[in-house]
């Protein structure tokens, strides 16, 4: 992580001191009723100079077990660092997230609009506005997400191939996977790679729900993140992790051979061989009943958890080769 510790940092234009603690509202919008919507961005600074960590959630509407990890790190004061600077921004898509939506009101996916317009759509605009008025001040960001629609993520840590520095930080965070995953173009992790600000994107649980344990490995991982920078307060005790990742280099998925009601018989984490009867598909009138067999050997890394399921449709995310991380 590249550092260029500042005694004054300078957040959508306004100057913050070492020693400081404030929030800032980042004006993303104006309502038809002349009502400002504003993100609270929350800024915690020591007298001790030192790193700038952003934790970021919400960036999809509907992903809210990030926004409860990032709330309770501001909850049991895990952000008030001994010395540099925590920024934490809970709720970045507050429209999507009061509409239960995982895009914008104009329908677009915030993250694949970066690095944004100042004269673009309004989703664009946010963009761009984050990345040039708040991360140019930050070192390194973690970015929490979920899986999409019913689609529960195992606690997951994506990172791309090759790069020493992240390697290091996913093993820090301490998440049961790791996935080498590629930039996605327009994302906000590909958007802060060419500004060289390092990014641990975590995913875990599914949109519109929170699950306790999801949230307990993104709080731990964040409080390790801060202990390998000497910013955790020694008021915060940090809890090793219960294994070491698996490194994760290639992923399958295995789809529905046909339309029905889908029930999952296999825990997301659980490792399978091929030939393993991980879920069953039937019909309301009791005259179908398939199982599901992987055709892959692996760990469950996504189940989908949807009652009713169409052909074709994704129900499992297998990791099927791992990667030796020595």
């Not at 994107?201 to 307990?216: A, C, P, Q, Y």
């Not at 997301?268 to 009943?289: A, F, L, R």
């Amino acid at each position: 992580m590249t550092t260029n510790y500042k005694d004054l940092i300078t957040i959508l234009g306004q100057d913050i001191p070492l020693g400081t603690s404030t929030e800032i509202n980042f004006n993303i919008a104006r309502l038809h009723t002349a009502s400002d919507i504003n993100v609270p961005i929350i800024v915690e600074r020591s007298k001790i100079e030192g790193p700038t960590i952003l934790f970021n959630a919400c960036l999809h509407g509907d992903e809210i077990n990030g926004v409860d990890i990032v709330r309770q790190l501001i909850a049991n004061k895990i952000n008030r660092p001994k010395r540099g600077t925590v920024i934490c921004i809970p709720i970045l898509n507050i429209l999507g997230f009061l509409n239960g939506s995982r895009a914008f009101p104009d329908g677009r996916d915030l993250n694949r609009v970066f690095p944004g317009s100042s004269n673009g759509s309004l989703a664009s605009r946010v963009a761009h506005k984050l990345i040039h008025e708040v991360i140019p001040e930050v070192d390194l960001i973690v970015d929490f997400h979920t899986g999409g629609a019913s689609r529960f993520n195992a606690a997951q840590v994506r990172i791309v191939k090759d790069n020493p520095e992240l390697k290091e930080l996913a093993q820090v965070f301490g998440a049961p996977f790791v996935l080498y995953s590629k930039h996605i173009a327009k994302s906000f992790r590909n958007a802060c790679f060419q500004l060289n600000k390092p990014m641990v994107l975590f995913e875990g649980g599914r949109s519109s729900f929170i699950d306790d344990n999801i949230s307990k490995i993104g709080v731990e991982g964040a409080k390790r993140l801060l202990a390998h920078y000497d910013m955790l307060d020694e008021a915060h005790k940090v809890n090793k992790p219960k294994s070491k990742s698996i490194f994760v280099e290639k992923s399958s998925w295995i789809r529905a051979r046909r339309s029905g009601m889908f029930k999952s018989i296999i825990k997301i984490n659980s490792k399978i061989e091929v030939g393993s009867i991980i879920g069953q598909i039937t019909d309301p009138y009791g005259k179908i009943h398939q199982p599901v067999k992987s055709t892959y050997a692996g760990y469950v890394i996504n189940v989908n958890e949807a009652p009713l399921v169409y052909q074709g449709d994704a129900l499992f995310h297998i990791a099927t080769k791992l990667h030796d991380k020595k």
